[in-house]
């Protein structure tokens, strides 16, 4: 299999790319580039700037909100709130195993998004996820303190 033929093959399985057609997919590609992480390693850190989002290929990632882990796989998305925010960084995410992702430069991402309207509507069914399990974590909080 050619390296196209690869990435097609990993974004067909990523949900958030589910319903485009493969020019769509291969537009996806182009803006994106590929890139490895080693286990262990910081993809983004709390506090820096948001120069670019990441959709996971392979691998896994872990969440550090507040102490608390998030594990996040293949088709999983992370980066996307500072990029779309302009604020640095929520949260630290790192490697768990060795992870390759798309990675998708700030500059592109809003075009990118403007031009495959399905697949911004399906980041906003995730964002809309992580809202209401922070939200739980707060009433749970809020409840054990009252
Ligand atoms: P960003 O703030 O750019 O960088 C850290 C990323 O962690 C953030 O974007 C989200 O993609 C991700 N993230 C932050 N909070 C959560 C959460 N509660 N659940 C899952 N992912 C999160």
Redesign the pocket.
Same mark, same amino acid.
């Given at each position: 299999m050619d390296e196209v033929t690869v990435g097609i093959t990993a974004l067909e399985r990523t949900p958030l790319f589910a319903g485009l057609d493969r020019e769509q997919l291969e537009d996806v590609l182009q803006v994106g580039h590929r890139v490895s992480f080693d286990a262990g390693q910081a993809i983004?850190e709390?506090g820096?700037a =948001?120069d670019a989002?990441y959709i996971i290929l392979s691998g896994a990632a872990e969440?550090d909100?507040g102490g !608390?882990f998030?594990r996040?796989e293949r088709g999983d998305?992370? =980066? *996307?709130?500072?990029?779309?925010?302009g604020?640095? !960084? *929520?949260?630290?995410?790192k490697a768990v195993e060795p992870l390759e992702a798309l990675q998708i430069p700030a500059d592109d991402f809003q075009a990118f998004l403007a031009a495959n309207p399905q697949v911004a509507v399906g980041m906003l069914k995730s964002l809309v996820e !992580?809202l209401r *399990?922070?939200q739980d974590r707060l009433d749970t909080w809020i409840g054990g303190v009252w």
């Open positions: 983004v709390r820096d =948001g989002m969440v909100v !608390r998030h996040l998305f992370f =980066g *996307e709130m500072a990029v779309l925010a604020k640095p !960084r *929520e949260a630290t995410v !992580r *399990e922070v």
